[in-house]
């Protein structure tokens, strides 16, 4: 597995839009965050916005674009061998296709992992950088405030996992990426017939609603999971995503 792994280290090191797309992601999670918080106007916020001002999850708004970034990435990471015909190679040298698949995942959840928790504390230091006074700074030593950077950090890592496994279910890189988005952000909007009530009951099982209202929140959000809860079933998610694609792969042609 070791071999495997390293292997496959090698080969998403050598795909030229995994740094284009930890670039992007970087700038979007540390520019945004200071773009969002800097035009926080305290003063001008009416009682009910005070109530509810959440200094911490707010300057995560870039990770409307990261977890697409990271989701790409993971359907990348098993796409282009398709489109290229490198998984028939990768396939001869070892023919457990649920093993290349676990290798795969491992190493991509370390890169992703450590990114993302990087990033989402360089946007957390940033935006209360940028956060104006009188407007209540948050430190990491307030109640929630660690375990929502934290949860954050790893949430991006969580989509490119699902990124990956649809990636092995689609085997198209277009088609999946196709997946990863309406997944991501066209659930949701899928929902607004429902109707606000129902929408709501809906929304918390949805992953972006769960990052946003759940994860990411220090203050908490109605309607929403537990972030304990939400964590768990975002790497429910994943780990279904992983697995059929492992069930297809070991049944149909490379």
Not at 48 to 58: H, L, M, Y
Request: aromatic fraction near 8%.
């Amino acid at each position: 597995m070791t071999a495997i792994a390293r292997m496959e280290w090698r080969k998403l090191r050598s795909v030229q839009a995994t740094w284009w797309i930890r670039a992007a992601f970087a700038a979007g999670m540390v520019g945004i965050a200071i773009l969002v918080m800097g035009t926080k106007h305290w003063t001008s916020l009416s009682p009910s916005d005070r109530a509810s001002f959440d200094g911490v999850n707010d300057g995560f708004t870039g990770m409307a674009l990261g977890q697409l970034l990271l989701g790409c990435l993971g359907v990348l990471a098993i796409t282009t061998e398709f489109s290229s015909g490198l998984i028939r190679a990768t396939f001869a040298a070892v023919p457990d296709r649920a093993r290349v698949l676990a290798a795969k995942a491992g190493v991509l959840a370390a890169v992703t992992l450590v990114a993302g928790e990087i990033l989402t504390f360089a946007a957390y230091w940033a935006g209360q950088a940028a956060l104006k006074s009188p407007a209540p700074h948050a430190t990491l030593g307030q109640p929630g405030v660690l375990r929502a950077v934290l949860l954050t950090g790893a949430y991006p890592a969580l989509i490119a996992l699902i990124g990956l496994g649809l990636g092995a279910i689609i085997r198209h890189t277009a088609g999946a990426i196709c997946a990863v988005v309406g997944v991501v952000f066209v659930l949701p909007l899928l929902t607004l017939p429902l109707g606000t009530s129902a929408q709501n009951a809906v929304d918390k099982f949805l992953p972006e609603q769960m990052a946003e209202n759940s994860l990411g929140a220090v203050k908490p959000v109605a309607h929403s999971l537990p972030a304990g809860a939400s964590f768990a079933l975002l790497c429910g998610y994943a780990a279904v995503a992983l697995a059929a694609g492992a069930w297809l792969l070991a049944r149909r042609d490379a």
